[in-house]
């Protein structure tokens, strides 16, 4: 399978924070415009694309927002305080870059603190280079919204960057949407909003598009680094087919179509059994009488930090396994 | 199956009796004599080839288990620990109560009231109590009384590759080997002793010791086990399939180095693999035997038991035939007057 | 097929949140006499149905007793074969440590819990719990083996049979909420020999110990004018306060609190009276836990009933009812719904 990693370099630094999707659903439309029958987008600002076919109605789902930092406050001396949209960690956003929609770039640091295991986001603040209050407000409104900013690094093996969760996601859907040409399935796929607040858009999205069955492509943790917690998943391996996690427990024959065909085809493959977090799945097997739904997960090391990793190898096992799906005739 | 009646069968320490009568009818056609000692240790003596050491050959016929201590207004049983029972395996389990064993659990408060830092925390015997299904006090005093004994209820089930899962494996994994030797070992004498009370204080097996007056003894046990992968070696005081575990030292004997020499070698000769029960925790009969009157010499030879004193040990069958057939090999030696 | 010999099948299943087809057989069999139909839905849920009256427009009340069960699940594979596992739904380690368990791989799998004997560790670890983290199962195979047996994802139950205790009470696992889908059995059953005007859902709902999936779709299906949840309650027991448990053998607690419809709720008190049928009051000011949560927000909102069945140690493998319960709750049930009709239900509902 040919696979553009430069579409992964660009995708994952398109501005787009839990409700502020506008710029990444552009240019995602965009990206897509000649490969589908009909482009809708929802009242949360989902992104539906259909490929039409005469098969299962197919819903699958790659979350599109960001976690990010929304401005709440700014001081007389210019520094901006925030609050978490989505999962933010005190420890590991301080002395990163961050930046704005409008392309204003400040630097997260803390107030003295005895001790840093202790670090709150409420003692830490943005400085973005103003003098005083007037100054910043010029660039800064309270409410904007800022998102990590660091390089896209890529070896023969791995890429990191920030945002790989879930724009790998995005990316992997995007890859099987063009090599995919006659559909057997009738394909919905949603760039989903606000999945880092509670898995909003899959859920409204599932409720529209009413599918007979549900597939989220998301990243995953790891336990394959010094002393991490036991977590039979490392990259490299293969496609993570999840069993659980705390949004859904997959159904049982989604789950073992994708091991079969993974074994079919000779794609490396890896059993998830993640004891925290969701995705888009939790929402769309739940809707309306039900969905079978099942994940793709990419391994990934360091989630929601700067320095998200994930292998070549691996996204491209789940581009392939996701393609096996869509074709399959489904009957589960 | 012996060991599988052994096993099921109820002798919580000092309330053998039923263990007792058990071994009895086992062995009773195959010794010269045995007879109850008065704290109900059973001394059998095996006749055969006269030699000029006297050999005891002991295992203990007790288990740990509970004993009821109340019944409260609900009909729910109070109960104490005998024996060294991790408080920790108790909740939630299955059990035996009394002579005529009636089903109970023994339960606690739900973990649904309960916050989740308790959760850490172990909890206490006074926490926990068995329901046996009574509505009332006076409906649990018809069945039950105050000092019944209770034992877990747990099958013997074989499963695995080659293992066993049962109760009380300590010591009734001695036991068996032990009855085996007395049926199909007949030409040379010993005297074959089960002894009562071993998990409450190694009682029995000192007046054993002091009638029977050995020069040599070994003593059939079940040990502990705990082979977890990347776990230091040292810490490790047995595995399970790597054969009978000879002791070097616990809390109450520092075994005998030539003898200990001596059996190794036996087993070298034999081809039967052995290991070294690397942990001086623990302690068995063997503490009260060899200091007993002018003192002998002892050896502990023990069958690995993971998750011991629990309701589900395990042992490896590998295991137990090495052991059996490492105290014949010891006996033939005996024989020849080389041990 | 006797009410109780349905409970013993169901209880030795297994069937945890997510992988409850095992018991589907089993359901469907036995409903099968007294229904009219029984379809199978998306996500596993049985709903089994029986037409009241032939009118065309009745009224349709659900009847929902989650069939899912607590348990474990393979999470991966020691160097020695050992298995390390997590919990689906609520468990308490402390309830797991020294269990028997099956392994359900490629078939069924015996195995053991243990940890670090209690020999081995210092005396102050001997009062803090095990973690399940330092736990493992030990099924007594090599690590190829193993691998060759089970795979990352399978899922584990506690080895247990029903058993009898004294009377009527009896001990098992997964009696939350087994003991519900009995109730409902036993209540088609009472219905069976009644009139009732209303056409009747009985659903036996999957993963409702992880977030109530089956309640919340199956409810959305059937859009029913009147949900109730059956499902067990804290049984007495010395350490509970009399106001949080039940008593076994008084009857099913009726629940109370903002959750239930207070006219369906007095109308059900008012049955029990009339009927003889003994009841006991429990009261839950915010959301119950139980399959009503998912009823009382689904569509337009679904006026819901709790009713509960005494239960001692609950999510444990030793969870004890005591079966008069069970008949009481479905002769409670039963009578309840014949006494609902196209008339009376307005009123009912009328703040």
């Given at each position: 399978?040919?696979?553009?990693?430069?579409?992964?370099?660009?995708i994952?630094?398109v501005?787009?924070?839990?409700?502020?999707e506008?710029?990444?659903?552009d240019?995602i439309?965009?990206?897509i415009?000649?490969?589908?029958?009909?482009?809708?987008?929802?009242?949360?600002?989902?992104?539906?694309?259909?490929?039409?076919?005469?098969g299962?109605?197919?819903?699958?789902?790659?979350?599109?927002?960001?976690?990010?930092?929304?401005?709440?406050?700014?001081?007389e001396?210019?520094?901006?305080?925030?609050?978490?949209?989505?999962?933010?960690?005190?420890?590991?956003?301080?002395?990163?870059?961050?930046?704005f929609?409008?392309?204003?770039?400040?630097i997260?640091?803390?107030?003295?603190?005895?001790?840093?295991?202790k670090?709150?986001?409420?003692?830490?603040?943005?400085d973005?280079?103003?003098?005083?209050?007037?100054?910043?407000?010029?660039?800064?409104?309270?409410?904007?919204?800022c998102?990590?900013?660091?390089?896209y690094?890529?070896?023969e093996?791995?890429?990191?960057t920030?945002?790989?969760?879930?724009?790998?996601g995005?990316f992997?859907?995007?890859e099987?949407?063009?090599?995919?040409?006659?559909?057997?399935?009738?394909?919905?796929f949603?760039?989903?909003?606000?999945?880092?607040?509670?898995?909003?858009?899959a859920?409204?999205?599932?409720?529209?598009?009413?599918?007979?069955?549900?597939?989220?492509?998301?990243?995953?943790?790891?336990?394959?680094?010094?002393?991490?917690?036991?977590?039979?998943i490392?990259?490299?391996?293969?496609?993570?087919?999840?069993?659980?996690?705390?949004?859904?427990?997959?159904?049982?024959?989604?789950?073992?179509?994708?091991?079969?065909?993974?074994?079919?085809?000779?794609?490396?493959?890896q059993?998830?059994?993640?004891?925290f977090?969701?995705?888009?799945?939790?929402?769309?097997?739940?809707?309306?009488?039900?969905?079978?739904?099942?994940?793709?997960?990419?391994?990934?090391r360091?989630?929601?930090?700067?320095?998200e990793?994930?292998s070549?190898?691996d996204?491209?096992?789940?581009?392939k396994?996701?393609?096996e799906?869509?074709?399959?005739?489904?009957?589960? | 199956?012996?060991?599988?009646?052994?096993?099921?069968?109820?002798?919580?320490?000092?309330?053998?009796?039923?263990?007792?009568?058990?071994?009895?009818?086992?062995?009773?056609?195959?010794?010269?004599?045995?007879?109850?000692?008065?704290?109900?240790?059973?001394?059998?003596?095996?006749?055969?080839?006269?030699?000029?050491?006297?050999?005891m050959?002991?295992?203990?016929?007790?288990?740990?288990g509970?004993?009821?201590?109340?019944?409260?207004?609900?009909g729910?049983?109070?109960?104490?620990?005998?024996?060294?029972?991790?408080?920790?395996?108790?909740?939630?389990?299955?059990?035996?109560?009394?002579?005529?064993?009636?089903?109970g659990v023994?339960g606690?408060?739900?973990?649904?009231?309960q916050?989740?830092?308790?959760?850490t925390?172990?909890?206490?015997?006074?926490e926990?109590?068995?329901?046996?299904?009574?509505?009332?006090?006076?409906?649990?005093?018809?069945?039950?009384?105050?000092?019944?004994?209770?034992?877990?209820?747990s099958?013997?089930i074989?499963?695995?590759?080659?293992?066993?899962?049962?109760k009380?494996?300590?010591n009734?994994?001695?036991c068996?080997?032990l009855?085996?030797?007395?049926?199909?070992?007949?030409?040379?004498?010993?005297?074959?002793?089960?002894?009562?009370?071993?998990?409450?204080?190694?009682?029995?097996a000192?007046?054993a010791?002091?009638?029977?007056?050995?020069?040599?003894s070994?003593?059939?046990?079940g040990?502990?086990?705990?082979?977890?992968?990347?776990?230091d070696?040292?810490?490790?005081?047995?595995?399970l399939?790597?054969?009978?575990?000879?002791?070097?030292?616990?809390?109450?004997?520092?075994?005998?180095?030539?003898?200990?020499?001596?059996?190794t070698?036996?087993?070298?000769?034999n081809?039967?693999?052995?290991?070294?029960?690397?942990?001086s925790?623990?302690?068995?009969?063997s503490?009260?035997?060899?200091?007993?009157?002018?003192?002998?010499?002892?050896?502990?030879?023990?069958?690995?038991c993971?998750?011991?004193?629990?309701?589900?040990s395990v042992?490896?069958?590998d295991?137990?035939?090495h052991?059996?057939?490492?105290?014949?090999a010891?006996?033939?030696?005996?024989k020849?007057?080389?041990? | 097929?006797?009410?109780?010999?349905?409970?013993?099948?169901?209880c030795?299943?297994n069937?945890?949140?997510?992988?409850?087809?095992?018991?589907?057989?089993?359901?469907?069999?036995?409903?099968?006499?007294y229904?009219?139909?029984?379809?199978?839905?998306k996500?596993?849920?049985?709903?089994?149905?029986?037409?009241?009256?032939?009118?065309s427009d009745n009224?349709?009340?659900?009847?929902?007793?989650?069939?899912?069960e607590?348990?474990?699940?393979?999470?991966?594979?020691?160097?020695?074969?050992?298995?390390?596992?997590?919990?689906i739904?609520?468990?308490?380690?402390r309830t797991?440590?020294?269990?028997?368990?099956?392994?359900?791989?490629k078939?069924?799998?015996?195995?053991?819990?243990?940890?670090?004997?209690?020999?081995?560790?210092?005396a102050?670890?001997?009062d803090?719990?095990?973690?399940?983290?330092?736990?493992?199962?030990?099924?007594g195979?090599?690590?190829e083996k193993?691998?060759s047996?089970?795979?990352?994802?399978?899922?584990?139950t506690?080895?247990r049979?029903?058993?009898?205790?004294?009377?009527?009470?009896?001990?098992?696992?997964?009696?939350?909420?087994?003991?519900g889908?009995?109730?409902?059995?036993?209540?088609?059953?009472?219905?069976?020999?009644m009139?009732?005007?209303?056409?009747v859902?009985?659903?036996?709902?999957?993963?409702?110990?992880?977030?109530?999936a089956?309640?919340?779709?199956s409810?959305?299906?059937i859009?029913?004018?009147i949900?109730?949840?059956?499902?067990?309650g804290?049984?007495a027991?010395?350490?509970?306060?009399?106001?949080?448990?039940?008593?076994?053998?008084?009857?099913?607690?009726?629940?109370?609190?903002g959750?239930?419809?207070?006219?369906l709720?007095?109308?059900l008190?008012?049955?029990?009276?009339?009927?003889?049928i003994?009841?006991?009051m429990?009261?839950?000011?915010?959301?119950?836990?139980t399959?009503?949560?998912?009823?009382?927000?689904?569509?337009?909102?679904?006026?819901?009933?709790?009713?509960?069945?005494?239960?001692?140690?609950?999510?444990?493998?030793?969870?004890?009812v005591?079966?008069?319960?069970?008949k009481?709750?479905?002769?409670?049930?039963?009578?309840?719904?014949?006494?609902?009709?196209?008339?009376?239900?307005?009123?009912?509902?009328?703040?």
């Open positions: 399978m040919n696979i553009n990693f430069n579409l992964l370099k660009d994952v630094s501005y787009g924070p839990a409700s502020n506008d710029l990444i659903r240019y439309t965009n990206e415009k000649d490969f589908v029958d009909e482009i809708e987008v929802d009242a949360l600002g989902n992104l539906i694309a259909r490929k039409k076919g005469n299962k109605k197919v819903m699958i789902s790659a979350h599109m927002d960001q976690i990010g930092l929304m401005v709440i406050d700014i001081d001396k210019g520094f901006l305080r925030f609050t978490n949209v989505g999962g933010i960690s005190p420890i590991i956003s301080l002395s990163q870059n961050v930046i929609e409008n392309g204003t770039i400040g997260i640091y803390a107030e003295p603190v005895d001790d840093i295991s670090l709150k986001l409420e003692n830490m603040y943005i973005i280079g103003a003098f005083s209050k007037e100054e910043a407000e010029k660039k800064i409104s309270i409410g904007d919204i998102i990590y900013k660091s390089d690094v890529e070896n093996n791995v890429v990191f920030p945002y790989l969760d879930d724009r790998v995005c992997v859907a995007i099987a949407l063009k090599s995919i040409k006659n559909p057997a399935n009738d394909l919905y949603v760039f989903s909003v606000q999945e880092e607040v509670g898995l909003r858009g859920k409204t999205a599932a409720y529209r598009i009413n599918p007979d069955v549900g597939m989220a492509l998301d990243v995953t943790s790891h336990g394959d680094t010094p002393k991490a917690k036991r977590f039979a490392g990259l490299n391996k293969g496609a993570a087919i999840k069993v659980k996690d705390n949004s859904i427990i997959c159904h049982p024959n989604v789950k073992n179509l994708l091991v079969k065909l993974a074994k079919d085809n000779d794609i490396p493959y059993m998830e059994v993640l004891e977090g969701g995705t888009d799945s939790g929402a769309i097997h739940v809707n309306k009488e039900g969905v079978p739904s099942g994940v793709i997960s990419i391994p990934t360091y989630v929601h930090s700067t320095v990793m994930a070549k190898n996204i491209i096992n789940c581009t396994l996701l393609v799906f869509l074709e399959d005739k489904l009957e589960i | 199956m012996l060991l599988k009646q052994l096993t099921e069968a109820s002798g919580v320490s000092g309330n053998e009796k039923e263990v007792r009568d058990l071994i009895i009818a086992e062995i009773k056609d195959h010794v010269d004599s045995f007879k109850i000692d008065r704290i109900g240790n059973i001394i059998a003596y095996k006749k055969g080839k006269d030699t000029n050491k006297k050999l050959i002991t295992a203990h016929m007790d288990e740990v509970l004993l009821v201590t109340d019944i409260d207004k609900l729910l049983l109070k109960f104490t620990t005998v024996g060294g029972v991790d408080k920790r395996i108790l909740v939630s389990k299955p059990v035996l109560v009394g002579k005529e064993k009636i089903d023994i606690a408060k739900p973990i649904h009231l916050k989740r830092q308790e959760w925390r172990a909890l206490g015997i006074d926990l109590y068995i329901d046996i299904g009574a509505k009332s006090k006076e409906e649990a005093e018809k069945l039950v009384q105050i000092g019944d004994y209770v034992i877990f209820k099958d013997y074989e499963f695995g590759d080659n293992l066993v899962k049962a009380a494996l300590d009734r994994v001695g068996s080997i009855i085996n030797l007395i049926k199909e070992v007949t030409d040379v004498s010993f005297y074959g002793v089960f002894t009562v009370m071993e998990e409450v204080g190694l009682i029995g000192g007046p010791a002091y009638e029977v007056d050995p020069d040599i070994l003593v059939l046990e040990t502990l086990c705990y082979d977890m992968p990347k776990l070696t040292h810490l490790i005081p047995t595995y399939n790597k054969g009978p575990a000879i002791s070097l030292i616990d809390r109450t004997t520092v075994f005998d180095r030539k003898f200990r020499e001596k059996i070698s036996i087993a070298q000769k081809n039967i693999p052995y290991q070294y029960r690397k942990t925790m623990g302690g068995n009969d503490g009260r035997i060899h200091t007993t009157k002018e003192g002998s010499v002892t050896t502990t030879i023990s069958v690995p993971r998750y011991i004193h629990s309701p589900t042992m490896s069958k295991d137990y035939n052991t059996y057939d490492l105290l014949k010891i006996l033939s030696e005996f020849r007057e080389e041990l | 097929m006797d009410t109780k010999v349905l409970l013993e099948l169901l030795n299943g069937g945890v949140s997510g992988y409850e087809h095992n018991l589907q057989d089993a359901i469907k069999s036995a409903f099968n006499r229904t009219n139909d029984i379809k199978v839905d996500l596993g849920n049985i709903i089994a149905f029986k037409k009241g009256v032939s009118n009224i349709r009340i659900m009847l929902a007793a989650h069939i899912d607590i348990g474990l699940m393979v999470k991966d594979i020691e160097e020695n074969g050992f298995i390390r596992f997590t919990n739904g609520g468990i308490d380690p797991i440590l020294g269990q028997e368990v099956i392994v359900h791989g078939e069924d799998l015996f195995g053991v819990i243990g940890s670090k004997p209690p020999h081995l560790q210092e102050s670890e001997h803090k719990a095990i973690k399940m983290e330092d736990m493992i199962i030990d099924i195979y090599s690590k193993v691998h047996l089970i795979n990352i994802g399978d899922t584990i506690i080895r049979s029903l058993t009898n205790l004294q009377g009527s009470r009896v001990t098992a696992k997964a009696l939350d909420d087994r003991a889908v009995a109730v409902i059995y036993e209540t088609m059953k009472e219905l069976n020999k009139k009732h005007e209303a056409d859902y009985f659903v036996s709902t999957v993963q409702e110990e992880v977030g109530m089956g309640a919340i779709v409810t959305f299906g859009n029913p004018d949900g109730i949840a059956v499902d067990v804290f049984g027991t010395p350490e509970l306060s009399k106001s949080d448990s039940l008593e076994l053998g008084k009857g099913p607690g009726i629940t109370l609190g959750n239930i419809h207070p006219g709720r007095k109308k008190t008012e049955v029990a009276a009339e009927y003889n003994p009841f006991q429990e009261i839950t000011p915010g959301l119950t836990g399959d009503a949560r998912a009823m009382i927000m689904t569509k337009e909102g679904i006026p819901s009933l709790v009713l509960s069945i005494p239960l001692r140690y609950m999510h444990t493998s030793v969870e004890v005591d079966m008069v319960d069970i009481h709750s479905a002769k409670l049930l039963a009578f309840f719904i014949a006494s609902i009709s196209n008339e009376n239900l307005e009123g009912l509902l009328c703040y």
